[in-house]
Protein backbone atom coordinates (compact mmCIF):
# COMPACT_ATOMS: atom_id res chain seq x y z
CA UNK A 1 0.00 0.00 0.00
CA UNK A 2 3.25 2.56 -0.09
CA UNK A 3 2.03 3.28 -3.35
CA UNK A 4 -1.17 5.50 -2.38
CA UNK A 5 1.24 7.59 0.39
CA UNK A 6 4.08 8.22 -1.82
CA UNK A 7 4.66 10.94 -4.01
CA UNK A 8 6.03 10.18 -6.70
CA UNK A 9 4.03 11.37 -9.75
CA UNK A 10 4.11 9.30 -12.67
CA UNK A 11 4.16 10.74 -16.34
CA UNK A 12 0.37 9.50 -16.97
CA UNK A 13 -0.21 11.36 -19.78
CA UNK A 14 2.11 9.21 -22.02
CA UNK A 15 -0.40 6.55 -21.43
CA UNK A 16 -3.82 8.64 -22.70
CA UNK A 17 -5.18 8.70 -25.87
CA UNK A 18 -7.12 11.57 -27.42
CA UNK A 19 -11.02 10.39 -26.74
CA UNK A 20 -13.06 9.63 -29.99
CA UNK A 21 -16.14 10.21 -30.62
CA UNK A 22 -18.51 8.25 -32.66
CA UNK A 23 -22.08 7.06 -32.72
CA UNK A 24 -22.08 3.40 -32.38
CA UNK A 25 -25.11 1.01 -33.90
CA UNK A 26 -27.50 -0.70 -32.13
CA UNK A 27 -26.22 -3.80 -33.32
CA UNK A 28 -22.60 -3.23 -32.28
CA UNK A 29 -23.25 -2.56 -28.05
CA UNK A 30 -25.23 -3.57 -25.12
CA UNK A 31 -26.54 -1.96 -22.15
CA UNK A 32 -25.39 -3.06 -18.96
CA UNK A 33 -26.09 -3.38 -15.75
CA UNK A 34 -23.81 -0.84 -13.30
CA UNK A 35 -24.77 -3.11 -10.35
CA UNK A 36 -24.11 -6.72 -11.23
CA UNK A 37 -22.94 -6.14 -15.20
CA UNK A 38 -26.40 -8.15 -16.44
CA UNK A 39 -27.97 -7.12 -19.76
CA UNK A 40 -30.50 -4.14 -19.24
CA UNK A 41 -33.46 -3.33 -20.96
CA UNK A 42 -34.89 0.01 -21.53
CA UNK A 43 -37.80 1.36 -19.95
CA UNK A 44 -39.48 4.18 -21.96
CA UNK A 45 -41.14 7.08 -19.95
CA UNK A 46 -43.01 10.58 -21.11
CA UNK A 47 -39.76 12.84 -19.57
CA UNK A 48 -36.53 10.04 -19.20
CA UNK A 49 -36.00 6.87 -19.91
CA UNK A 50 -35.11 4.41 -17.26
CA UNK A 51 -33.29 1.26 -17.36
CA UNK A 52 -33.83 -2.58 -15.38
CA UNK A 53 -31.62 -5.08 -15.04
CA UNK A 54 -33.10 -7.86 -16.85
CA UNK A 55 -31.29 -10.16 -13.66
CA UNK A 56 -34.64 -10.78 -11.32
CA UNK A 57 -32.03 -11.22 -8.43
CA UNK A 58 -30.59 -8.16 -8.77
CA UNK A 59 -33.55 -5.82 -9.41
CA UNK A 60 -31.63 -2.52 -10.42
CA UNK A 61 -33.62 0.43 -11.68
CA UNK A 62 -32.29 3.48 -13.05
CA UNK A 63 -30.60 6.22 -15.34
CA UNK A 64 -27.18 5.52 -15.99
CA UNK A 65 -26.14 1.90 -17.66
CA UNK A 66 -22.99 1.34 -19.06
CA UNK A 67 -22.53 0.40 -22.72
CA UNK A 68 -20.08 -1.84 -23.44
CA UNK A 69 -19.41 -3.72 -27.04
CA UNK A 70 -20.94 -7.00 -27.71
CA UNK A 71 -17.51 -8.53 -28.42
CA UNK A 72 -16.37 -7.35 -25.56
CA UNK A 73 -19.06 -8.77 -22.90
CA UNK A 74 -18.68 -11.92 -24.76
CA UNK A 75 -14.88 -12.03 -24.01
CA UNK A 76 -16.24 -10.71 -20.28
CA UNK A 77 -19.03 -13.58 -19.85
CA UNK A 78 -15.99 -16.34 -21.31
CA UNK A 79 -13.57 -14.84 -18.42
CA UNK A 80 -15.94 -15.57 -15.56
CA UNK A 81 -17.18 -18.58 -16.39
CA UNK A 82 -13.46 -19.62 -15.91
CA UNK A 83 -13.19 -17.95 -12.94
CA UNK A 84 -16.40 -19.84 -11.45
CA UNK A 85 -15.12 -23.21 -12.76
CA UNK A 86 -11.65 -23.14 -11.57
Not at 1 to 17: G, K
Request: include cysteine; charged fraction near 30%.
Amino acid sequence: MSYITTNDEEPFEEFLEEPRIRRRSIKETLTVCPKCFSPSKLIPGFFSSRYSCENPACGWVGSLVIEVDRTDYQEFLEKQARQTTK
